[in-house]
């Protein structure tokens, strides 16, 4: 039976249609991206911290088991969801927050396992890890020395959750790489833009939520989202100089991109309704 325009136009349509996939790099607010297409995609249509099934497509082959959800999110590297074909199923978006934000945001997660938050997640961390969690409990932020301790890279487990993470997840050729991406200091801007050419969109949370507000969709207290963490490390200038040369390449990456424009289209049409028949959305609205 032959195909009628009508049909063959579907097909097309369907073959070019996309879900969203965030890669989402830990400690950017991610949970609250997460929270946002659930309320206004459905919990049906959307699946987050998806790793584990990413890194069993990546080592064992086979379907990925997420497919058909309108929005995904892990905490996977670029390198992976390649290496899955998620591009080949999904449209990929990801978000930067200012990196000693995030490092601090980062310390007060871990930090919960030290005043009896969520224990049950500890259990599950490796020694390596573990270990780098106990010894949160004795720094200081207010002292330089406790600072300059914590900094030291003197292990894999703060090497990985403290050494310019946002890079690595984005650029590294390998999952868990944290040498191979050094060439980011060389690369020019319009070097570095090329290199994320196969992403929807990459924004820092700034541009985020000014795109997100708007275009009138309310944005969550993070606090809201994902409140089991501490408070007791803070942006001192302690902390600050210490770890400023660990997130350099983090730091060059986000003012690149603080610097830009980049395009929600992917995102908004997903969670802003169609416009009414007959009406079109003006550009940049």
């Known amino acids: 039976m032959a195909q009628t325009e009508d049909s063959m136009a579907a097909g097309a349509q369907d073959e070019r249609y996309k879900g969203l996939f965030f890669l989402h790099i830990p400690k950017t607010a991610g949970s609250f991206v997460a929270q946002l297409f659930a309320e206004r995609m459905g919990q049906e249509a959307c699946i987050a911290f998806q790793e584990r099934e990413v890194q069993h497509a990546v080592s064992k082959g086979g379907p990925l088991s997420f497919l058909g959800r309108g929005f995904v999110s892990a905490h996977s590297p670029m390198a992976s969801l390649r290496r899955a074909g998620v591009h080949r199923h999904y449209e990929i978006f990801t978000v930067l927050r200012d990196p000693v934000d995030r490092l601090v945001s980062h310390l007060n997660w871990m930090d919960r396992f030290n005043h009896g938050i969520d224990l049950h997640s500890f259990a599950a961390l490796k020694p390596g ?55 980011l200091e060389r690369l020019t801007p319009v070097q570095v833009q090329r290199r994320l050419a196969g992403l929807a969109f990459c924004a820092t949370l700034e541009q985020f939520k000014t795109g997100l507000g708007a275009a009138g969709i309310a944005i969550p207290e993070e606090a809201r989202v994902n409140g089991g963490k501490t408070r007791r490390f803070r942006r001192t200038p302690q902390l600050e100089a210490a770890c400023r040369r660990y997130v350099a390449l983090d730091q060059r990456l986000y003012d690149l991109i603080a610097a830009g424009q980049p395009e929600f289209a992917p995102l908004l049409q997903r969670l802003l309704p169609p416009p009414a028949p007959g009406l079109r959305l003006a550009a940049g609205a």
């Open 129 to 183: 890890m573990k270990e780098l969690v106990r010894t949160l409990a004795r720094y200081d932020p207010d002292s330089a020395a406790d600072m300059r301790q914590l900094f030291l890279l003197d292990g894999l487990a703060k090497a990985r959750m403290f050494y310019n993470i946002q890079a690595t997840m984005l650029f590294a050729p390998r999952s868990g790489d944290i040498l191979a991406y050094v060439d």
